[in-house]
């Protein structure tokens, strides 16, 4: 066997920094000392962080030299590069078209949700440009099989693979005292951006209508965007009584959370496959939610799970109550959650796809 043959392959990473407020960081820090580090070499070029835009400019140009380094000193077998849509994708071109250029397979793991915004109601020729870029990835990474029948208006079907998101999985959230300190705190967890699309223009009648039936329900809506707007549309003596707006949290501050409240609650108008939703499962809550997007694909409806109409402001609430009002419901809903994630969204079984990809790609570019 060569040298070359016998290291390990080299896997470049595209991510953005572990403390962005979103998803796909939530997805790529799990990478950090797991499996997939002990089979390959893998190198993380960070792109993205929060801020201004000039910070946001000056992270993708470091990033970009970065990457120009490791090409030329060290090149990678792979690049797995992880996107979303709007200037996400105009963010990751240069490193899908280094990579072409020096003849490297690329994977592009894509976690956004807006698609018409980005192809479907575009110009034709930004159509062209997309399909172009996307053309140019070895495969293409969904988050379930309705992202695959999307993407494959733009690239082949046998390109794309489903490869859904992944949570951490406690059980011992189902302890009785931890369900007891849920039980009394009567807490309804929100964990996202505070927007329009996430639901926040609902959020305000959904809490009235709980905390009508409900004074001692609380809304722990863990986010940022729309706090102020929501201290402007809800009354005074619910804003102080029955909400907490905590701005956004991390680690254990997130995990106490996680830990204290009985159901999760996510009126969103599109997603792709919420990383919040499957935090939640893992963490043994039911989940009140909607029908938009990948949510289907992940909270199971009747199982551990209510999923409303988009704005159904009324079906939301009484599902939230039920939960809120009945142990049994709630505690089987939840140990359904952990069950789910259990079967189809470990971390195990996310890095076992992840692995075929990269066997399957590398072994079409010997």
């Not at 495969?139 to 733009?154: P, R, V």
């Not at 009354?235 to 949290?249: A, Q, R, T, Y």
Request: proline share 5%; glycine share 6%; with cysteine.
């Amino acid at each position: 066997m060569t040298r070359q043959e016998d290291r390990k392959k080299r896997i470049c990473m595209i991510v953005p920094d572990p403390m962005v407020q979103g998803g796909i960081a939530a997805v790529t820090s799990g990478y950090y000392g797991s499996r997939l580090e002990e089979d390959y070499d893998v190198t993380y070029v960070q792109s993205y962080r929060d801020g201004s835009r000039k910070d946001k400019l000056l992270k993708a140009l470091k990033a970009y030299v970065s990457f120009f380094r490791i090409l030329c000193k060290r090149k990678p077998d792979l690049v797995h590069i992880h996107s979303s849509f709007g200037p996400s994708f105009f963010r990751k071109m240069p490193f899908i078209l280094m990579s072409r250029a020096w003849k490297i397979p690329v994977v592009n793991h894509i976690h956004g949700s807006a698609f018409d915004e980005l192809y479907t109601n575009a110009s034709a020729l930004k159509k062209r440009l997309v399909r172009d870029i996307y053309g140019k990835c070895d495969c293409i990474i969904a988050l379930g099989e309705n992202w695959k029948q999307t993407f494959s208006q733009i690239v082949p079907p046998e390109r794309i693979t489903v490869i859904p998101n992944y949570a951490p999985l406690h059980p011992e959230y189902l302890e009785e005292s931890v369900m007891a300190v849920r039980r009394k705190k009567q807490q309804i967890l929100f964990l996202g951006m505070l927007t329009e699309g996430k639901g926040l223009y609902e959020m305000p009648e959904v809490i009235r209508r709980v905390t009508s039936k409900l004074p001692g329900a609380r809304f722990a809506l863990c986010g940022i965007g729309g706090d102020e707007w929501l201290k402007n549309n809800l009354p005074p003596e619910i804003l102080k009584e029955n909400v907490l707006l905590p701005g956004w949290v991390r680690k254990e501050e997130k995990e106490t959370f996680l830990r204290e409240s009985a159901v999760f609650f996510l009126p969103s108008h599109m997603e792709a496959m919420p990383i919040s939703v499957l935090e939640a499962m893992g963490c043994a809550l039911p989940v009140v939610s909607t029908n938009a997007g990948g949510i289907p694909q992940v909270a199971a409806d009747g199982d551990n799970s209510v999923l409303c109409e988009v704005g159904d402001t009324a079906a939301m609430a009484d599902a939230l109550c039920s939960y809120l009002e009945d142990d049994e419901r709630r505690i089987n809903a939840g140990r359904r959650s952990c069950e789910i994630v259990r079967q189809k969204f470990s971390l195990e079984r996310h890095i076992e796809s992840i692995e075929k990809v990269y066997e399957r790609i590398l072994g079409q570019n010997k």
